[in-house]
């Protein structure tokens, strides 16, 4: 028995007799239960004492040091046609889109292989859906196929494998395990979503962000996984159960072509609404730059964030050779304070000045020209320590790369990422991209991009951010919760001027889902500025904070916002 529970089980024992109550630890069962309730009134202290701890290391953790004050990337998906391409070629991260309108580069989340070629039609369901015309409804149905699916493709040559094409679906596939055949050969098909980004594997919030986005706009993404089939993919005449089942009229558009069968069928079988909408080469990206910055002994220190293009620093490319070579400090983030750096150098140049003799003898400097060098560079700082006072311009800002002091020899290159924060969100369904590597003039995005956010740089945004995070630890529990993270989010978005033009309120209310009532907690916006409002209106700030507080609430309530 440990020393704390013997105490506690003396002093229960000894709170007992003072009312006149024994307990006699020969018993079992008494013993058993005494000291089981010595045992957790000792955890419960132990807890207690460690609330101011756990609490200070929360806030540092996730409120100093963590990426939610950061910026954040926008994702989307693409659709990538076939240009002038013929052969299947793969694409990565390596591989840009650019947006022209706001010069904003996306890169592929995953390693893609493209396919080029067209989707010409879809049997399920005993139903033939192609592409710009209406279902037709199958003259002699055959039910042994009636759940599976079963894609026509012209593929603009010859194609050895589909491993990593994937494919874009409007409603998803039954959750059983799913294969795709391809005359004899057998491909397992598997849903994006469950894979991890390497790209945005950082930041766990962002990942689940970008699957729940998806379902939001209503697109699921599978991808064709490994084979081992060695040769060239059967392109097949149309299958024989096709051809008796519909009226030759119907599918003369096909006969004597040979197209690429594929046919995806699942363990149990399964179906798809008839408006539901199939495209290939579809690759989810996100709005991000990989750059370089040399550090050397001559500049030991770069900038890695530019206010004239509107990028934000993201990430380091992961290096394990340079990861003791650098470090890297966020003057936006990481909570500098002004005045106390003002303090430090102003105590330092005191003691150079009061004490000029100790100070250079203390760090052995002899050379006239450096002394000199040096009284100069310190008048210059201390004659510009006034703007740098409380209530004046921001000086320390940004973020920076700088060498480690101890292996400053070497020059270095490193390597990072950077984004556009809220101006990725710009990208809107049916926008057209560029690409030199790819589908050149024939790549659009199928939905719009969301989730981009500039860096929180306002005082009070990072107040509100902070208290929500120590408060609730990122989730919504309460309505208290719920009402700080709108004022929280709506200040990222808009700033921290703007939530004197809001009021934000929550109710409660009942609505008929699927023949039955459901309460619902309703968010109300009241904007008081027509400008405000409009910028609101153009922006994706509701879909993003509906998705959000999705991911984040803990209770089954609908939820319903209003402006």
Partial sequence: ?????????????????????????????????????????????????????????????????????????????????????????????????????????????????IVPGRLMACFMNNTLLQPGKLPVQATWPDNRYNKELWLAFDAAGEVNTLEDVMIALSHPLPDDSLTAEVGDVQIPLSLVMEDMPRTLNSNFMLVEFWKKSLVYYGLWLYRFGKCSNKRTLHRGEIPAWIMDSYAQEILEPFIGNRFLWIRIKTDRGGSLPLDTAILLNCIPAVNYDIQDVKLNYSEPIQRLENDKTGTYFLDVVQNQEQAQDFFIRDFDVNQYDNER????????????????????DSNSLHDGATLRSLRQSMMQVYDSLDEFRSGNVRRYGGTYAIRNPRNNQQPMVLTYFTTNGERGNLLRRGGRLTSTNAAVGDVEALIDATGGRNKVRDIKTRKELARHIVNSN??????????????????????????????????????????????????????????????????????????????????????????
Avoid at 14 to 40: C, F, G, N, T, Y
Avoid at 53 to 58: A, K, Q, T, V, Y
Avoid at 528 to 539: A, D, V, W
Wanted: hydrophobic fraction near 40%; charged fraction near 30%.
């Fill in 1 to 113: 028995m440990d020393v704390k529970v013997r105490n506690k089980v003396a002093e229960i024992q000894q709170a007992l007799e003072q009312d006149e109550q024994r307990i006699s630890l020969s018993d079992p069962v008494a013993k058993m239960m005494l000291v089981a309730l010595s045992h957790q009134s000792c955890e419960i202290e132990r807890k207690m004492d460690q609330t101011v701890e756990r609490l200070s290391e929360r806030f540092c953790d996730q409120v100093l040091l963590q990426s939610n004050l950061k910026a954040q990337p926008a994702v989307t998906v693409l659709s990538i046609g076939n240009g002038r391409e013929c052969t299947p070629y793969f694409i990565d991260e390596n591989d840009a889109f650019t947006y022209k309108p706001t010069k904003c580069n996306y890169r592929p989340i995953f390693k893609t292989r």
């Fill in 474 to 563: 990122d989730r919504l529990f309460t309505k208290m919760d719920l009402l700080q993270y709108c004022k929280m989010e709506f200040m990222r978005a808009f700033g921290e001027e703007a939530i004197s033009y809001c009021n934000i309120s929550l109710s409660e209310s009942n609505v008929p889902v699927d023949r039955h009532i459901e309460k619902c907690i309703n968010v109300h916006f009241q904007i008081l500025s027509e400008s405000l409002k409009e910028e609101i209106n153009k922006s994706d700030f509701f879909d993003y904070l509906k998705i959000n507080i999705e991911l984040r609430k803990s209770f089954s309530c609908l939820l319903i916002i209003f402006i």
């Fill in 341 to 360: 750096i003002r303090e430090d150098v102003t105590n330092l140049y005191r003691h150079y000045v009061n004490d000029y003799f100790a100070f250079v």
